[in-house]
């Protein structure tokens, strides 16, 4: 098998729909504990800065979305709940707090239980708060193009669970590799 090509920070220094949309099928790669954990991205979920009402980011720079406000390719990693960890790429310039989040994955190696939906994708990927800010280019944690290219069938959909938001809510940010069955909704 080819070696995977770890993506530069100038991936994620783009437009964050962008950035989402080329997430898809690139491989999160875990080392931890000496062992390589490996999800094919299937779903994510755009969240364009401090103007969408469904981003974290929108009110303002706080301890917990301080990372979002930082540099491209970093990890942000929130606690929802109190019980499940969440992880999003940080998109665009530092200070535009922009970022993508990670909704499901593809078991390809050393992933264990369910990996649809955000939450359950980190416990199977042994993703917590420590890996809040960590840096994307790293060797330990970073995302990957697959070892082989495959043309995707993208499909377009409102986020989930951001009725709050008002016509953020409706805005087509969310984006899945179609017919995939780890998605975590149609």
């Known amino acids: 098998m080819p070696p995977r090509r770890k993506v530069p920070r100038a991936f994620y220094d783009r437009d964050t729909v962008s950035v989402a949309r080329d997430l898809l099928g690139k491989h999160l790669i875990h080392l931890s504990d000496g062992v390589e954990r490996i999800g094919r991205i299937v779903e994510v979920e755009a969240y364009l800065g401090t103007n969408d009402l469904a981003s974290h980011s929108s009110r303002g720079m706080t301890g917990r979305t301080r990372v979002m406000f930082g540099p491209p390719g970093h990890a942000y990693v929130y606690l929802v709940y109190g019980m499940h960890c969440c992880m999003n790429v ?97």
């Open 90 to 186: 940080v998109t665009e310039r530092e200070g535009h707090a922009s970022a993508v989040l990670l909704r499901a994955i593809e078991p390809v190696k050393n992933v264990e239980g369910t990996t649809r939906g955000p939450g359950r994708l980190c416990k199977a990927m042994l993703i917590d708060r420590r890996l809040d800010g960590h840096d994307l280019t790293s060797d330990d944690f970073h995302i990957a193009d697959p070892p082989v290219s495959e043309p995707l069938s993208i499909v377009k959909r409102p986020r989930v669970g951001v009725a709050y938001a008002g016509h953020w809510a409706r805005r087509l940010l969310r984006f899945y590799i179609r017919g995939n069955p780890f998605i975590s909704e149609p």
